[in-house]
Structures are given as C-alpha cells and as structure tokens.
C-alpha cells in the first residue's frame, strides 16, 4: 500500500464516520455526544483560522477570538435587536468579522513576530471590555439569549436548528465547505505565495510579493474562518457571552492548531477533537481539564511541535520516499525576527 | 476631591507595585526574548506564598523572604525544563507559556482553592492625609516596592550578574564572545523575573484578594509598562508602570474603570504601531 | 548617449553614527559585468540593499534605466526588472525545488489567484522545467529546498534571478563558501548569463572576479576608491595598498595586469 493511498483510505473512513454520526454516535456512546461532535466542527473552524495565519503565512495571532466574538455577536444582536432572519444574521456575523479582520489587520499586519502576537492580543482585549462594558448592546458576561430563527422556512421546506440532526448536517456542510476552500486555496497561486512568505519574507519581497498586501488578505481570511466558527456557534448555544472574546479562547484555540499540526489542512480538526474530548471525559470526574490542556501545550511544543497531523505526514513522506530523501521533520521557525 | 486623591493615591502605590513586577517581565522578555503569558500568575503565586506562609508560621513578615525566594527557585526550574528546550522553535515560547499559566492557576485552584480569600494587612491603621483617612499598609507597601526596585537597579549596575545581564542583553553574541555564560545568565533571568513578581505579590498580597485568578489582571498592565517604557528600557519600564496606573487611577475617579483600562490598551497599541522603542527613551542607559 | 542601466546620484546611507554608503555618484552602462569589490565594511551589500529597495537612503537619488527607484518598496523594484540575491544563500526552504522556481516566475508578475490550482498553470511549469534543467538541478526537483546542499541552494538561487527575467541581476557574493568544482560551476553559468542580462556581482574571491568582469569598481568606507577595467584596477596602486595587499590576490593581480583585457 502506498502512502497516498493509505492517507486516502483514512480520509475516506473519517468522512463515512462524519457522516453516520447523527446515527452511529448515539448508538455508541449516546445523543449528548452528537452535539459534543458538532461543538468540534465550530472550534475546528477557530482553530483553522489560527492555523492559516500561524501555518500557512507565519503569523501567530493570539486574538483571533476578537473575529470569533464579532461572528457570535452579529448573529445575536442581528436577532435579537434587527429580529433578522437565519441567513442575514449569519451573513452580518460573518461580514462583521471580516470588516473587523480587515480594520485591524490594516495595522497589526504591518508588524511581525513577537509584536504581532502581542498587538492582536491587544485588540481582542480591547473589544473584550468594550463588550463588557456595553451591556446594553452585549449582554457583558452574562451574555445574550436569543430564540432561534429557523434555517429553512420556505416552500414547506422547514428545517432548523431545533433538530439536532439537521443542526449536525448544517454544520458539518459548513466545516467541509470551509475545509474544501482550504485545500483550494493551499494549492493555489496564491497559496503558495502565502508560503513563500511564510518562509522568506524579505525574499519574498525581493521577487516580486507584496508582502504587506499578503498578509492583510490572509488576516481576513483568516477573519472570515473565525467569523464563520462564531456565528454557528451562536446558532448552536443561542447564546453570546463577552467571556468567548477573552484571550484565553485564543490561546487555546493556538494550542490545538499546535498540537494538531499547524501547516496542515486536517490539524486544526485534529487538535480541537483531541482537546474537546478529553474534556468532556475529564470534566465528569475531575474539574481541572484546564491542567492537561497546559501540560499537553508544553509537551507538544518541546517534543513534537509539528504536531500529531505534522508527524503523520512525515511518516507518510518517508514512506512515499522510501526511506531516504525525507523531508527534514524539524519544523522550521526562525529564530530571530 | 476626596474620592480623586484616594484613588490618585492607590493608583500610585498600585503603580510602584506594578513596576516591581513589570521589571521581572521587562527582563525575561528584553534578554530571552520570551512573551511570558504566565507573568501575572507568578505574581499570583506571590500572593498564595505569603498567605501560605502567614497559615504555617503566622508570620507575614517572613512571607518576604520565603516567597521571593521561591519564585527564584521555581523561575530557575521552568527556565532548564520548559525554556531551554524550546529555544529552536522560538516562536512557539508563547504557546508554552500560555500552557505555564493554565498549570500555574490549576495547580492553585487544586491546592488553595477557588475561593478567594483575604490577608489582613500586618500594619493596622489609617493615616489621615488630606481629610481623608489613609491605609498605612499601603504607604508602607509603596515604601516596599520603591525599595525593591531601587535595589535591583543597584544590583544591575553594581553586581557581576547584573553587568552580565546588561551585557547580554546589549549585545548577545559579543557578550558571548567575550566569555560570559549565556546560558547561566538565561537561566538567573528567568529565576529573577519570577521572585520580582512574586515579591510584587506578597508586598500586594493585604490590598488584594489570594484568588487563583488573580493574575489575569496584572498581565495585560505588566505588558503594557514594557512595551510603552519600551522594550529594553528598564527605567522606562517602570516609569510607565507608575504613569499609567496613576492616570488610570485618576480616570477611574471620573468614569467607569473599564474605560480606563480600555484608554491604556489603545495607547498601548497606538506605541506598538508608531513608536516601538517606547514613550521614555529619554530614561534608557 | 544611451541612459545607464542603473545610476546613483550621491547616495548615502547611515547606521547611527557611521555612513555605510557616502556621498556615492556611479554608474552601470549596460551590457557589461560589473564586479564590485572592497573589503569588509566598505559598504557593497549596503548599495545592494539601497538599489533593491530593502534600505532608504538617507540622501541621494537611485536611477534604473532613467526611471528613479528611490524610495520604491523592494516588490516594486524587483517587479520593475530589478533582481538579486542575498549574501546569505536564501531561498525557500520549506518549498521544493521547483516550487521556488515557480513562485519566483508568479510571484514577480499578475494576480495570484486563489480559486485556481497552481499546478494547472502550464506556461509557468515549462518555463520551471526548462530552468531546472538549466541549471542542472532537474532531479532533485521535488527536494525540499531546505535540504540541499550549500552549493546546490547557491544554484537554485541563480536558477531563481535567472527565471525572473531580470533586466538588471545583483548578485551578492554568488560563490561565497563554494567548493571550487561549484565556483567554476557557477562562473560559468554567470559568464552565459552575462552575454544577455546586465549583471553587478559583488565578490570577495579575486580569481572570479578578474577572470569574468568586463569592468570593477572598488569600494572602500562607503565611498568608490576606483573604477575601470580589471587591468586598470589591477594597476592601480591605491587598490594595491588599500585592499590587495593579500599574497594570493597579488598572484590574480599580475596576472591581470599582464593579460589582455
């Protein structure tokens, strides 16, 4: 069996479980955890974005919850005060936070490394009190609770959120579809400018590569991602909370892009699977998941940065190339700016 | 007017503190290079060590050794196991302290609880000061930390290991050429950056609350002094410390605390953006 | 009169208290090989950085084929023709080999679309495999280019100026850390290249230099100490006492001198 095929199988057998979920679940554990797999698809997509700016462009955000927050919150003051309907208030989310990435990234962009990190905490923490602060308009803490606008009402063709079976399949269709512009985009010119970037940036402008302009279109991007995972979650909790835009939903949005494989399409699913699970089984018997989350953080950042998808595909290289001729398995982050 | 120098006064006291803290994050990330998410939780620990040793010994006083020399210790051991292993993925050091400082806060939630709780200031009894009737505590908290920080600035300038740090963080690979143990310095960086938070703890311990959230606070405000001081500016570190606190103290006594805090943070930003060697170059050696 | 390639009007450059370029009038006609030459801090790769746009200077004007640079962002400039390489072998090290060759062509050029797959770009492809095989690195095409050997990154990297159709190519010290099986490698390939681009190249080995530049200037302390052909500069005293005062290069030196230009 060759590599390629291997990896080809295994896509294919995730794809199937996905799919049989709403049904192979219950019968496993039981329907509490149908929804426990829907929560994964949402944080995926948070991880994803943390993943695209971090594997694909270089740039390590810490305050990706600030576009997560503008998603949620779009929905929900777009229906409880606009009293809009599923679709525009999924839209305003995700437009909020683009407009948002976009406003913000016109100035974070235009630093790197460590300052760049630090500023984008920065702005989610200013958001995040804004937010508190503005109960009116967000319900601070406490947060908003909305009634639930029903996806599909037209032509007797009624479906909403209410079922959870339709509410798995919505989200699945959104985390495969955002997943599917990933792997386009990834392969794509402007893909591999991003990587060029990532690699070299100075070489990069010196062959042509607007460097600044890049950036900016993978900090949107990277918004749209965010925005998205936001919004559903919105639909999913009918809920939105000021505490989601905290950085510490950043940080650990960072950790399982990490520890899934940052660079990677399937490591930001990966890594949130990973983390959520092990929560949710934690969490029954003992309250301080937070504990493992940091300890695996460490270890996988001394021992195996690149991540369990970052490892695999390693493997998979070496087999593909027989042994020798591999690809070096260090990761390869500067260690100067 | 009374309300004004009451909260003029605490913002300069939280002020002082905040520098003693802020230096120890000012020179792990000035010479490691190191974006330590986990610095308010040191301070944290302070507090715990001392409400910890005032429990065992019932002294508060010897909370000022034991704490400090503590987070000296546990500094100098996070710095060889954490650290140094991670230092060809630089950029990951962020991710690893954000993971401290989950450790940090959980290990304190198993042990002391989650409950926060209260120290006693050791010095009873007001001062009255411009009519208004003024803790002594924090007078002498403020004496503590001036104290502190003045003694570390000797240190850097009058000891070995404080020209080493000087010297590495100047210039790392001459420093390294002209003999001086990188790694070893490393190391003490670390160990200090720790007991300074945690001397910031036990000195803030009575004015505060012993809650293992406690550091969330403290770090955005400690990262704020660096970068505004700017990054490498000791003096500068702690000179914006000391501004901002009283600015936000004073803003505080006219509007909501969060708008005060908000107002720091868009400064903060606007440093980072226009002016990233800091607002106190004039401070710098 | 036809406009040099590339002119600079009393360019200077400072790093706090030290001019790295001073006050520095020069010019490239086209359709030569220029050397420049000087010891360590005369202020080469300084000019590098000010002509590709990585540095602004502190005064002066920079001209490439008439049209003024100075000032220009280094996309801009590379994308006007301007090409080099960097002192520090660079290239990028987690694409393959022919990926870097790729993104150099699409990088330099037109829109990166998003919505396409690159591989489907089959102009872009030829051209990456016509350089690879240029440069001889066609088998290790889908090697990554993080890890090849010094010498074979030396020659992705010209495979790189050279796929960008440059119009102006700075190559900055091209054989430095080379064996000399590479060195001669790669001065033949510079030596083609020469016949259709216009080529600066700053060098510290003398043998290179005096065997495929058409004209040297020498640098010192940010300023240009002399200028003209190798055998001029090999006659030239000051040159001499400032900078070939090494055993090895007096052999180059003479010989240079005796030679035909």
Redesign the interface.
């Given at each position: 069996m060759t590599a390629v095929s291997i990896e080809r199988v295994l896509l294919l057998a995730l794809a199937t479980f996905l799919v049989a979920v709403p049904w192979l679940v219950p019968a496993m554990v039981n329907d509490f955890w149908v929804s426990v797999v829907a929560e994964i698809l949402i944080w995926s997509l948070l991880a994803a974005s943390v993943n695209l700016l971090f594997g694909y462009i270089g740039l390590?955000s810490?305050g990706q919850a600030l576009y997560f927050g503008f998603g949620m919150y779009g929905v929900a003051i777009g229906v409880d005060a606009f009293h809009l309907s599923f679709w525009p208030a999924f839209a305003l989310g995700v437009v909020a936070a683009m407009a948002m990435a976009l406003v913000t990234g016109i100035?974070a962009v235009?630093?790197t490394?460590?300052?760049f990190?630090?500023?984008t905490?920065?702005?989610s923490?200013?958001f995040y009190?804004?937010a508190?602060?503005n109960k009116w308009l967000t319900g601070g803490d406490d947060g908003i609770n909305f009634t639930l606008p029903p996806t599909f009402d037209t032509f007797g063709f009624h479906h909403s959120f209410t079922d959870p079976t339709f509410q798995y399949f919505f989200i699945l269709a959104v985390a495969a579809l955002c997943l599917l512009v990933m792997y386009?985009?990834v392969?794509?010119?402007?893909?591999?400018?991003f990587?060029?970037i990532?690699?070299?940036d100075?070489?990069?402008?010196?062959?042509?590569?607007?460097?600044y302009l890049?950036r900016l279109t993978a900090f949107v991007m990277a918004g749209f991602l965010a925005g998205v995972a936001g919004a559903l979650f919105a639909f999913f909790g009918r809920y939105a909370s000021a505490t989601y835009m905290f950085y510490h939903v950043s940080?650990e949005a960072?950790?399982w892009a990490?520890v899934g494989g940052a660079g990677t399409l399937l490591g930001p699913l990966v890594g949130t699977a990973l983390f959520i699970i092990v929560r949710e089984v934690v969490s029954t018997h003992w309250e301080?998941h937070?504990?493992i989350?940091?300890?695996?953080?460490?270890l996988v950042?001394?021992v195996a940065?690149r991540g369990v998808i970052g490892i695999w595909d390693d493997w998979m290289a070496r087999l593909a190339a027989g042994g020798d001729?591999a690809?070096?398995g260090?990761?390869?982050?500067?260690?100067e700016p | 007017m009374d309300k004004f120098f009451l909260l003029a006064m605490n913002g300069l006291i939280w002020g002082l503190i905040i520098a003693l803290i802020a230096l120890g994050l000012a020179i792990i990330f000035g010479l490691l290079d190191i974006i330590n998410l986990a610095h308010g939780d040191f301070f944290m620990v302070g507090t715990v060590l001392a409400w910890a040793t005032i429990q065992s010994t019932g002294s508060f006083w010897l909370a000022f050794l034991v704490a400090p020399l503590i987070g000296f210790i546990l500094g100098a051991l996070i710095q060889r196991i954490v650290i140094q292993p991670i230092r060809n993925v630089a950029a990951l050091s962020i991710v690893a302290t954000f993971g401290l400082s989950l450790i940090l806060q959980e290990t304190v939630r198993i042990t002391y609880g989650p409950t926060p709780g209260r120290i006693l200031p050791p010095i009873p009894g007001t001062l009255r000061m411009f009519s208004v009737d003024y803790d002594i505590y924090r007078l002498f908290a403020a004496a503590m930390a001036l104290l502190a920080i003045s003694g570390f600035f000797l240190f850097l300038k009058y000891t070995q290991l404080g020209t080493w740090m000087r010297a590495v963080r100047h210039d790392r690979d001459t420093a390294i050429a002209m003999g001086i143990p990188a790694g070893r310095v490393y190391v003490l960086t670390f160990a200090i950056g720790f007991a300074l938070a945690a001397l910031g703890g036990v000195v803030a311990a009575p004015i505060t609350t012993v809650d293992f959230r406690g550091g969330v606070d403290i770090l955005p405000f400690c990262f704020m002094a660096v970068i505004i001081g700017g990054l490498g500016n000791l003096p500068g570190t702690a000179a914006a410390a000391v501004l901002l606190a009283f600015l936000e103290g004073i803003i505080q006594s006219i509007a909501d605390p969060t708008i005060a805090r908000i107002a720091s943070l868009v400064l903060m930003s606007a440093v980072l953006l226009l002016r990233p060697q800091g607002l106190f170059q004039g401070l710098a050696r | 009169m036809t406009e040099p390639v590339l002119r600079t009007e009393n360019l200077t450059k400072r790093f706090g208290g030290l001019a790295a370029v001073n006050d520095l009038s020069f010019s490239l006609a086209s359709a030569r090989l220029h050397a420049i030459i000087g010891p360590n801090g005369a202020g080469k790769t300084t000019l590098f950085n000010l002509v590709s746009g990585l540095v602004t200077p502190d005064n002066g004007r920079v001209f490439f084929h008439g049209h003024e640079i100075t000032g220009l962002k280094p996309h801009r400039i590379s994308r006007l023709g301007v090409k080099r390489t960097l002192q520090i072998k660079s290239v990028f090290p987690r694409l393959s080999v022919a990926e870097n060759l790729w993104i150099t062509v699409r990088g330099g050029r037109g829109f990166l679309n998003p919505f396409r797959f690159a591989a489907s770009d089959r102009a872009t492809a030829e051209k990456v495999d016509r350089t690879l095989t240029q440069i001889g690195l066609a088998p290790l095409a889908h090697r990554q280019a993080g890890t090849l050997s010094y010498g074979d990154v030396a020659l992705l990297e010209i495979g790189m100026a050279v796929i960008s159709e440059p119009r102006l190519l700075l190559l900055d010290e091209p054989t430095c850390g080379m064996s000399p099986a590479e060195t001669s490698r790669a001065v033949e390939k510079i030596r083609e290249l020469a016949r259709s681009i216009d080529i600066v190249i700053i060098e510290h080995d003398m043998e290179v230099v005096f065997e495929i530049a058409h004209d040297i200037t020498v640098m010192a302390q940010g300023g240009i100490l002399a200028s003209g052909s190798p055998r001029e500069i090999a006659a030239d005293e000051r040159v001499r006492e400032a900078y070939l005062g090494r055993e090895e290069d007096e052999d180059y030196v003479e010989e240079a001198a005796h030679a035909s230009a």
């Amino acid at each position: 069996m060759t590599a390629v095929s291997i990896e080809r199988v295994l896509l294919l057998a995730l794809a199937t479980f996905l799919v049989a979920v709403p049904w192979l679940v219950p019968a496993m554990v039981n329907d509490f955890w149908v929804s426990v797999v829907a929560e994964i698809l949402i944080w995926s997509l948070l991880a994803a974005s943390v993943n695209l700016l971090f594997g694909y462009i270089g740039l390590l955000s810490f305050g990706q919850a600030l576009y997560f927050g503008f998603g949620m919150y779009g929905v929900a003051i777009g229906v409880d005060a606009f009293h809009l309907s599923f679709w525009p208030a999924f839209a305003l989310g995700v437009v909020a936070a683009m407009a948002m990435a976009l406003v913000t990234g016109i100035f974070a962009v235009r630093l790197t490394w460590h300052y760049f990190a630090i500023i984008t905490v920065v702005f989610s923490l200013i958001f995040y009190f804004l937010a508190l602060s503005n109960k009116w308009l967000t319900g601070g803490d406490d947060g908003i609770n909305f009634t639930l606008p029903p996806t599909f009402d037209t032509f007797g063709f009624h479906h909403s959120f209410t079922d959870p079976t339709f509410q798995y399949f919505f989200i699945l269709a959104v985390a495969a579809l955002c997943l599917l512009v990933m792997y386009r985009l990834v392969a794509s010119p402007l893909g591999k400018a991003f990587l060029a970037i990532r690699d070299n940036d100075v070489r990069a402008s010196l062959i042509g590569l607007n460097v600044y302009l890049l950036r900016l279109t993978a900090f949107v991007m990277a918004g749209f991602l965010a925005g998205v995972a936001g919004a559903l979650f919105a639909f999913f909790g009918r809920y939105a909370s000021a505490t989601y835009m905290f950085y510490h939903v950043s940080g650990e949005a960072v950790v399982w892009a990490i520890v899934g494989g940052a660079g990677t399409l399937l490591g930001p699913l990966v890594g949130t699977a990973l983390f959520i699970i092990v929560r949710e089984v934690v969490s029954t018997h003992w309250e301080h998941h937070s504990l493992i989350v940091g300890v695996v953080a460490i270890l996988v950042v001394i021992v195996a940065p690149r991540g369990v998808i970052g490892i695999w595909d390693d493997w998979m290289a070496r087999l593909a190339a027989g042994g020798d001729d591999a690809p070096s398995g260090a990761i390869e982050l500067r260690t100067e700016p | 007017m009374d309300k004004f120098f009451l909260l003029a006064m605490n913002g300069l006291i939280w002020g002082l503190i905040i520098a003693l803290i802020a230096l120890g994050l000012a020179i792990i990330f000035g010479l490691l290079d190191i974006i330590n998410l986990a610095h308010g939780d040191f301070f944290m620990v302070g507090t715990v060590l001392a409400w910890a040793t005032i429990q065992s010994t019932g002294s508060f006083w010897l909370a000022f050794l034991v704490a400090p020399l503590i987070g000296f210790i546990l500094g100098a051991l996070i710095q060889r196991i954490v650290i140094q292993p991670i230092r060809n993925v630089a950029a990951l050091s962020i991710v690893a302290t954000f993971g401290l400082s989950l450790i940090l806060q959980e290990t304190v939630r198993i042990t002391y609880g989650p409950t926060p709780g209260r120290i006693l200031p050791p010095i009873p009894g007001t001062l009255r000061m411009f009519s208004v009737d003024y803790d002594i505590y924090r007078l002498f908290a403020a004496a503590m930390a001036l104290l502190a920080i003045s003694g570390f600035f000797l240190f850097l300038k009058y000891t070995q290991l404080g020209t080493w740090m000087r010297a590495v963080r100047h210039d790392r690979d001459t420093a390294i050429a002209m003999g001086i143990p990188a790694g070893r310095v490393y190391v003490l960086t670390f160990a200090i950056g720790f007991a300074l938070a945690a001397l910031g703890g036990v000195v803030a311990a009575p004015i505060t609350t012993v809650d293992f959230r406690g550091g969330v606070d403290i770090l955005p405000f400690c990262f704020m002094a660096v970068i505004i001081g700017g990054l490498g500016n000791l003096p500068g570190t702690a000179a914006a410390a000391v501004l901002l606190a009283f600015l936000e103290g004073i803003i505080q006594s006219i509007a909501d605390p969060t708008i005060a805090r908000i107002a720091s943070l868009v400064l903060m930003s606007a440093v980072l953006l226009l002016r990233p060697q800091g607002l106190f170059q004039g401070l710098a050696r | 009169m036809t406009e040099p390639v590339l002119r600079t009007e009393n360019l200077t450059k400072r790093f706090g208290g030290l001019a790295a370029v001073n006050d520095l009038s020069f010019s490239l006609a086209s359709a030569r090989l220029h050397a420049i030459i000087g010891p360590n801090g005369a202020g080469k790769t300084t000019l590098f950085n000010l002509v590709s746009g990585l540095v602004t200077p502190d005064n002066g004007r920079v001209f490439f084929h008439g049209h003024e640079i100075t000032g220009l962002k280094p996309h801009r400039i590379s994308r006007l023709g301007v090409k080099r390489t960097l002192q520090i072998k660079s290239v990028f090290p987690r694409l393959s080999v022919a990926e870097n060759l790729w993104i150099t062509v699409r990088g330099g050029r037109g829109f990166l679309n998003p919505f396409r797959f690159a591989a489907s770009d089959r102009a872009t492809a030829e051209k990456v495999d016509r350089t690879l095989t240029q440069i001889g690195l066609a088998p290790l095409a889908h090697r990554q280019a993080g890890t090849l050997s010094y010498g074979d990154v030396a020659l992705l990297e010209i495979g790189m100026a050279v796929i960008s159709e440059p119009r102006l190519l700075l190559l900055d010290e091209p054989t430095c850390g080379m064996s000399p099986a590479e060195t001669s490698r790669a001065v033949e390939k510079i030596r083609e290249l020469a016949r259709s681009i216009d080529i600066v190249i700053i060098e510290h080995d003398m043998e290179v230099v005096f065997e495929i530049a058409h004209d040297i200037t020498v640098m010192a302390q940010g300023g240009i100490l002399a200028s003209g052909s190798p055998r001029e500069i090999a006659a030239d005293e000051r040159v001499r006492e400032a900078y070939l005062g090494r055993e090895e290069d007096e052999d180059y030196v003479e010989e240079a001198a005796h030679a035909s230009a």
